[in-house]
Each structure stands twice: as structure tokens, then as C-alpha cells.
């Protein structure tokens, strides 16, 4: 049973609990002991006796061989088979063994369980941790393996150990080993990675990593639970919180080793007499951990199915924004108060209180859309009794119609004129004193607010207010593994060379985010131009190892008017507004980073007569190619 629906709770994600288990060649009953009277929603089990060594088979390579494999498929029924059955790869094997024959018999093994574990159409299989420091061959089976899997997910078991290095333990960082043996494997989204849950943990920053990665189990053996007040297990508040993690991140948990809290009597046994399981006060423990999760707030719901998911920016400028956008836009109250406030606190700087009765305030909201900023900047003078008179600007002939509908059903004809027009080319009848827009991309300046903004500003006065006055883009390095097979997977260049629109999750964030290029409105210089360049450079924390670098995360802040800014960098991003996901720039290839040598990336926004596009790269430590020289792959048109 789903870990959600235990002790009559209901949590819509389904979170699994299973069980590794110890080589049976009773498979029902191991299925009967563990699921039906343990309660683990599946078992992590040998596929193959232990004992067995191709190379020690008599009468080898003879049409008698049967593999001593731990039953017929047909035990179970198909179903079974996948939904309650992980695959748990002999432990023994050692495919970079110096010895030849093991490494013969381990490769051989390997090749004959995954070819059983993909017959009876199991969805996963354990591949044990390698051993010694080389793995490359154990990676190029794999790889020859994986190139012929279709649904089987192979997961690589890997301690999880401390980045600074046990050496007095052989064990060094097992973010390391996995980062090599999947890059040995072309980054295969087939192959995921199985956490070893030890009792100590590394840091807090090298944990941060592998929220980027796609760890599908946290395996967490018993001697790594405490005993509660009660005599029951529990964990520690940090493994607390890194299971909390690792279920938000869809990893499912596994119990794994004997018993060592020695219960109080009542509870080994249930009322009918039967032996209680003995791993079943660990799996209780779990099912708890899970249950007590904060629920998700009611966005994050909505959201649930936008997490990872890539999306192309908008181009609002070459394409006409459709209905639904537009409702999605307004529902976002957040947003349109923020504006409200900036409008209000610009109409009172603009008009003295002692005029206010006197004095008209031009007011156009550029890029009016279906005129919800109209109707913020409208109660912002009534907020603040000053008197104004709008333009509402908009070239999508669409938005317009229902523009006039709102004008007519609200009594706003004395006071909104509507323009159906590119603001980059009307010619307003009088100046402005505030214009309003709001033309920003979840990169600030992508959907080409600054050039639209040039061309309205010819009818701004001179001392006249831009709202907003202002706006950065950021980017920070991230892991995100899921992102970039989800590139990946089109094969071809132009996707790599694409920002995309993505509500993050599976997302593990390395460095503080940095600013890019700011556009500041009005900007009345005759040498202005939007073209940009920066070059920046990120340090990677020192406790946390090293890390690799799928791309960068983009957010922006704009400042609206004086301190009334709005915004999605996540340090200042203003709360509860859900109209911009940010933006994700993936690298072709991509980069591993230590802490002791900075990332240097380079971002560029190119203007040309037609469009609008940027180019980046990382030139330290390693250089990557430049991606997207001359806008090939991704441009917004003007
Ligand atoms: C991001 S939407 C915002 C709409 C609305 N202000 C709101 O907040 O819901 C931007 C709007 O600006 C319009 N727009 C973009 N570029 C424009 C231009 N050069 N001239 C006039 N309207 C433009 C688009 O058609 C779209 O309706």
C-alpha cells in the first residue's frame, strides 16, 4: 500500500516503500512474508543464487545449463512480477577485477540477470556499487546493456559518504563515482542512482547536489535509526529532512538489514498470534515520515504537473497572445497589487496633494492586453484621489476587442482611449507622464520589453515615469539532470541552444545567483543600445564537492517605482505571484566544477534587425562550445 494511504491518511503523490530481502528461491513467499504480512509495498531481491559462477558450471556451454535463477516466472503473475520485484544484482560481481575469470563470470552474470529481470518485465533492477577505484568497464557493460533496454530502469547503488573524503575508509566522495560512471555511460535516462543511507551524513551542501540527480531509492539500513523515548526507531532530525527530500523528489525508500531496536513485547506480535515482521516498526517509521510532510499549498498543486517540464518562451511580440494565456496572466492578483502600489506611489510624486483636484495625469499602459493593468492604474487614482486620463495601448486585435467590451461594461469611456497599435509606432497625439508596461520575460528583457519601450518612450515627457523603471536578469549554475535528458532526448543541436520556460524541482541550485544585464526606462541617451554582455564567475561552496553544471537557472527583478519592485530571483522573489517560471539555458555538454576553481560563463544579448537573441558559454574550467552563434537555434523576432 502506497505509503500515502497508510493509517487512514490520503496524500495524492504516491511514495513506495520496499524491502531488500535476502536470496530465496520461493519468491511467493517471500512476496507473502514481506508484502502481505510485512506491509513493504515491494521487495529489492536476488534474481540469482549467490553461490553461482558461470565459470564453475559443469558441463558448460551443454543445452542442460539452467540458470539457478529464484524460480520459474511463471511463481507470479506478470503483474507481480513488476509491480512487487526490484531486481537486485549479485553483489559479488566486480567487473573490473584484475582477476580475468571473475571478470569474465561478473560480466556474463550481469548480462544473464538483466536478460531475466527484462523476461519476467520487472521496472528496475539494482546494479551493486563498483568496487575499487576504476569502473570503467563495469560502465562500458552497462552501457551495451542499456542500449538495449526499453522500460527496465537500471539504478547504480552508491554510499552515500562525505565529500571531504574518508580515507581512512577507502571511501572518498560517492558523488564522484557516480558522476563518472554515468558520463562512462553517455548519461543514459535509463540509469538512475540508489542512495546508501549511512548514519552519518555529509554536509548539508553536498547533500544539496543530488537533489539534481535522479536518485529513484534512498536505501536506509537499520543501524542507521536511533531508538525513540519508546524503544521504537526513528532518525535523526537530518536524515528526517533528507527523506523528506528525497520523497519530494519522487525517490521511493527501502529498508535494508536486520533488526536492531529490540521492540517492547506487546508489539511483536499481532492479536491473531502471528509473528509480527520484524522490519515492520522501520516501515511504520517511514509511512510517518511521509504522512507528516506539510501538504502542498494550493499553487504548488496546481503546478504539480509544470514541475520539469521544458516549455518554449512566448515571442508576445511576433505572436498574438491567446485567451487563455491572457487568464492565466490575470488570475495572478499579486502582480496587478504590486503595480497598483508602484502607479499609486508615481501619481502622488507626479501630483501634489493640494493640486490633485486640478491636475490630470496622462497615464498609458503600453501592451494593455485585455486591461488589467488598466484597471490597477485606475484604482490606484482612485486610491489616491488623483484624476487621470489613459491610453491603453495593444496590438493583439483580439485583446482589443474585449478591451472595448471592458471600457463599455465598467463606464470607462470618458476616461480610457484605446489604441489598437504597435506601441513602436503610434503616434500618440499628446505626451505621457506615466507609461505602464509590462512586456517582461522570466529572463526580465526576453520578450523584448527593452525594444518595445524605446519606441514608446517617444511619447513619454521628458521627466515623464516609466513603471517599471527598471530591470536585472539573473542566473545561477545548476545540476539538472532531468532537464537535460529531457533536451537531450530531441537529438539535435538546436534544443540545446533553446532557453526554456520550466517550473524547477529536480533541480539542485550551486551557487548564489548572479546578476546579467539591467534595462533602465526612460533611457533618453542617444548612445543606448540593448546589446549586452557580461562575463561572471561562480564559486561553488567547499563542503559540498563538486558538482556537475546541466545549464543555468534565469530569473528576473524588476523595480517598478522607487521600493515597489516585483520579481522571481529566489532570494527577493515577491511572494505568491505564479506568472513566471524560470527559464533554464542548458549547456550542450555538460560541465564538472570543484570548488576550488570558479565557473566562468560568458552571456551575450545580440540584436540584429529582425531579432533578438542570446548566446553563452563557459570558458573555465572547461570550455564548451558557443551555443548559439548568430541565433541559429533560438531568436525573438521584433
Ligand atoms: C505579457 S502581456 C501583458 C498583458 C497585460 N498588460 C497584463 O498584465 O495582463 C503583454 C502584452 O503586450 C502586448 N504587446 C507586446 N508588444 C507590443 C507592442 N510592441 N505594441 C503593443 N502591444 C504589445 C502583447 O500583445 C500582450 O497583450
Not at 527496465?152 to 572518498?172: F, I, M, Y
Not at 478591451?403 to 482611449?417: A, P
Not at 549586452?532 to 559540498?544: A, E, I, T
Amino acid at each position: 500500500m502506497p505509503l500515502g494511504e497508510r493509517g487512514g491518511w490520503e496524500r495524492s503523490e504516491s511514495r513506495y516503500c520496499g524491502v531488500e530481502t535476502d536470496f530465496s528461491d520461493d519468491v511467493p513467499s517471500l512476496l507473502s512474508f514481506n508484502i502481505s504480512t510485512g506491509g513493504f509495498d515491494y521487495v529489492l531481491a536476488l534474481l540469482m543464487n549467490p553461490s553461482y559462477r558461470p565459470s564453475l558450471v559443469e558441463g558448460k556451454g551443454s543445452e542442460t545449463q539452467v540458470l539457478p535463477v529464484s524460480g520459474s516466472d511463471l511463481v507470479l503473475a506478470p503483474s507481480q512480477w513488476s509491480s512487487h520485484v526490484v531486481g537486485k544484482i549479485s553483489s559479488w560481481i566486480d567487473l573490473d577485477s584484475e582477476d580475468e575469470v571473475l571478470r569474465m563470470d561478473s560480466e556474463t552474470t550481469l548480462k544473464q540477470e538483466i536478460a531475466w529481470a527484462t523476461h519476467l518485465s520487472l521496472q528496475a533492477c539494482l546494479l551493486p556499487t563498483p568496487k575499487g577505484t576504476s569502473c570503467a568497464n563495469y560502465a562500458r557493460c552497462v552501457n551495451q546493456i542499456l542500449q538495449g533496454l526499453t522500460t527496465l530502469q537500471l539504478w547504480l547503488r552508491v554510499p552515500l559518504v562525505k565529500s571531504d573524503g574518508d580515507a581512512s575508509e577507502g571511501l572518498t566522495d560517492s558523488w564522484e563515482l557516480w558522476n563518472s560512471f554515468r558520463l562512462l555511460c553517455e548519461h543514459d535516462s535509463k540509469l538512475s542512482v540508489a542512495l546508501d543511507v549511512m548514519s552519518t551524513l555529509p554536509s548539508e551542501t553536498s547533500l544539496g547536489r543530488w537533489m539534481g540527480e535522479s536518485v529513484r531509492a534512498a536505501i536506509i539500513s537499520t543501524d542507521s535509526f536511533l531508538t525513540n523515548a519508546r524503544g521504537y526507531p526513528c532518525l535523526s532530525k537530518r536524515h528526517q529532512k533528507l527523506i523528506a527530500g528525497f520523497f519530494d523528489h519522487a525517490a521511493q525508500v527501502v529498508v535494508s538489514g536486520k533488526p536492531v531496536h529490540n521492540l517492547p513485547k506487546a508489539s511483536d506480535s499481532n492479536t491473531e498470534g502471528t509473528q509480527r515482521h520484524t522490519l515492520r516498526s522501520y516501515l511504520d517509521y517511514v509511512a510517518y515520515l511521509f504522512q507528516k510532510m506539510e501538504p502542498l499549498p494550493e499553487q504548488e498543486r496546481i503546478e504539480l504537473g509544470y514541475r520539469d517540464f521544458l516549455q518554449a518562451p512566448l515571442q508576445p511580440l511576433m505572436d498574438n497572445l491567446e485567451a487563455q494565456t491572457y487568464e492565466t496572466f490575470e488570475r495572478d492578483s499579486t502582480k496587478y497589487i504590486q503595480y497598483q502600489r508602484a502607479v499609486a506611489k508615481a501619481l502622488v510624486d507626479r501630483v501634489p496633494d493640494e493640486k490633485a483636484s486640478e491636475l490630470t495625469t496622462v497615464l498609458m499602459v503600453v501592451g494593455a492586453g485585455r486591461g488589467p493593468l488598466v484597471r490597477a492604474s485606475l484604482q490606484a487614482a482612485e486610491e489616491t484621489n488623483r484624476k487621470l486620463k489613459v491610453y491603453a495601448v495593444e496590438k493583439n486585435p483580439n485583446a482589443v476587442v474585449t478591451l472595448h467590451n471592458l471600457v463599455k461594461l465598467e463606464g470607462w469611456e470618458g476616461i480610457v482611449t484605446i489604441i489598437s497599435c504597435d506601441m513602436r509606432f503610434w503616434n500618440a497625439s499628446e505626451k505621457a507622464d506615466i507609461l505602464v508596461s509590462e512586456l517582461l520575460g522570466s529572463f526580465g528583457d526576453n520578450e523584448l520589453s527593452p525594444e518595445c519601450l524605446d519606441g514608446a518612450q517617444r511619447f513619454l515627457k521628458p521627466d515623464g515615469i516609466s513603471i517599471p523603471s527598471s530591470y536585472t536578469s539573473f542566473i545561477q549554475p545548476v545540476t539538472a539532470t532531468k532537464l537535460y535528458n529531457d533536451v537531450k532526448a530531441h537529438k539535435d543541436l538546436a534544443h540545446f541552444e533553446t532557453p526554456y520556460v520550466v517550473k524547477l524541482h529536480s533541480v539542485a541550485k550551486l551557487a548564489p545567483s548572479q546578476s546579467v544585464f539591467t534595462f533602465t526606462h526612460p533611457n533618453f541617451s542617444t548612445k543606448a543600445n540593448n546589446q549586452r554582455y557580461k562575463k561572471l564567475h561562480f564559486n561553488l561552496p567547499s563542503d559540498g564537492g563538486s558538482a556537475l553544471v546541466h545549464g543555468f537557472a534565469g530569473y528576473f527583478d524588476s523595480v517598478l517605482y522607487k521600493d515597489v519592485h516585483l520579481g522571481i530571483e529566489p532570494t527577493t522573489a515577491t511572494p505568491n505571484m505564479f506568472s513566471w517560471f524560470p527559464i533554464f539555458f542548458p549547456l550542450r555538454k555538460p560541465v564538472e566544477v570543484h570548488p576550488d576553481s570558479p565557473l566562468e560563463v560568458h552571456f551575450w544579448r545580440c540584436c540584429g534587425s529582425s531579432k533578438v537573441w542570446y548566446e553563452w558559454s563557459v570558458s573555465s574550467p572547461t570550455p564548451t562550445p558557443m551555443h548559439n552563434t548568430n541565433g541559429r537555434s533560438y531568436w525573438v523576432g521584433l
